[in-house]
């Protein structure tokens, strides 16, 4: 069974950067897609960033300009580069990745932007 696994969340002061990574148990060619969800507290938890096999990006509105998502295919890592952060973007930022028709979560880390 696949796992991903997320590092890289803290604390942040806001216009900061934090990148976070997701590690893959296996090569990430495996993965049909892949990507980055966040849920801040008392809301849905919201689709941030996502990448195809094929290396097609797409973004939520409120991240697009500001959030990177790209991969190291040779280290099964995907990452997440987020800049100009805004208190808005604190929330548990989740990895995922979809195999067989199987969508494998990460547990979660953390982010928090102090204004």
């Known amino acids: 069974q696949a796992q991903v696994v997320e590092s890289g969340g803290g604390l942040v002061q806001a216009g900061g950067s934090l990148r976070l990574s997701c590690a893959a148990s296996?090569?990430?060619?495996?993965?049909?897609?892949m990507g980055w969800h966040r849920q801040a507290p008392g809301k849905q938890r919201e689709l941030v960033a996502s990448i195809t096999s094929g290396g097609s990006t797409n973004y939520a509105n409120s991240v697009q300009g500001r959030f990177t998502i790209s991969r190291d295919n040779a280290k099964n890592t995907l990452y997440l580069q987020m800049n100009s952060l805004k208190p808005e973007d604190t929330a548990v930022y989740y990895c995922y990745g979809d195999r067989n028709s199987v969508r494998y979560w990460g547990q979660g880390t953390q982010v928090t932007v102090s204004s």
């Open positions: 296996e090569s990430i060619f495996n993965f049909r897609a």
